[in-house]
């Protein structure tokens, strides 16, 4: 198939490319490298995949057939969102209706990627699709929930009122190779602290949870929604829930670091708890996570490693 992927040189998209091209199908990335990189797809590109740099909030023509598409692109760490907020958002309405519309000028299927924070600092846990959240719709990380439930609203719209083929996948937490070192998210910054010697910063006690999901596992979910007829929404993510405390301590242990543990105010509106309902996953797609942390931790500390060895340009 020939396949659209917006964000298809960040951090999950790359991955998800990867995946693409390595079954034999063509790939479209589109990026504007607000948060991505050329280099995570430099290896494929005359190998499957051709590269258009472009803002898809800017509507971006695409020549030729397309048979799918997965609309990935929106930044997606705290640091991310809340440096590019009116982006963002854009990003959820102009860049939803462009992925639509796209979809249904070729008549094919469009995944979005959403996210666990559409439920907001959760009253119900563990969390299932059917919960309707628990939003500050006018904090500073509101440009990032609400972008994501109103990009949700939007498919759902043309979905009911056009019969647009959508699918919709509610991401929680996912790393591995290619996270950007130190890019605002919590084992990213962890690793690259312990590597250097530095304190480990733990917003409040620790003992707020999340569920981390390494990201080979993710793109097999993403690809199996892809293909599949699912509407959605469906969680994808691991259920293994850990406090950041327990994973500032794990993230020590695999590095071998003697770094300190230094406390700092919570962020506002910073979830609490965070534990994906994946039965829903298991039911419709026959999937499930089986990557452990220790082992998606070990690659990601080792990616980590090589990337800091590299002398700067």
Not at 146 to 159: D, G, I, L, P, Q
């Amino acid at each position: 198939m020939r396949i659209v992927v917006s964000g298809g040189a960040g951090f999950v998209g790359s991955h998800l490319c990867d995946a693409l091209v390595a079954r034999g199908d063509e790939v479209v990335c589109i990026d504007n490298l607000a948060t991505g990189t050329a280099d995570n797809i430099a290896h494929l590109q005359g190998h499957g995949l051709t590269f258009v740099e472009a803002d898809v909030t800017a509507a971006p023509a695409v020549d030729g057939p397309v048979d799918a598409i997965a609309h990935l692109a929106c930044p997606a760490s705290p640091d991310e969102y809340l440096r590019l907020p009116i982006e963002t958002l854009a990003i959820g309405s102009h860049g939803s209706e462009w992925a639509l519309g796209l979809a249904e000028q070729h008549h094919c299927r469009v995944l979005l990627s959403s996210t666990s924070e559409v439920y907001g600092d959760p009253l119900q846990h563990p969390q299932r699709e059917s919960y309707w959240g628990n939003v500050n719709p006018i904090g500073p990380r509101s440009v990032y929930d609400e972008s994501k439930r109103f990009a949700e609203a939007t498919f759902m719209a043309h979905h009911r009122a056009r019969g647009t083929d959508v699918g919709i996948v509610r991401i929680f937490n996912t790393y591995g190779p290619r996270l950007r070192v130190r890019d605002g998210r919590v084992v990213s910054n962890f690793v690259a602290q312990a590597l250097a010697g530095e304190p480990l910063t733990v917003y409040g006690d620790g003992s707020q949870t999340r569920s981390f999901c390494y990201v080979a596992d993710l793109v097999d979910g993403l690809l199996r929604m892809l293909d599949g007829t699912e509407t959605g929404p469906i969680n994808l993510g691991n259920p293994n829930e850990i406090t950041v405390r327990q994973l500032a301590d794990l993230v020590l242990a695999l590095t071998g670091s003697s770094s300190p543990i230094e406390a700092r105010p919570l962020p506002q509106d910073d979830p609490t708890v965070r534990r994906p309902d994946i039965t829903l996953a298991g039911e419709r797609l026959g999937w499930r996570p089986t990557v452990s942390l220790q082992e998606g931790l070990e690659a990601t500390i080792a990616w980590q490693r090589e990337q800091l060895s590299r002398p700067s340009s």
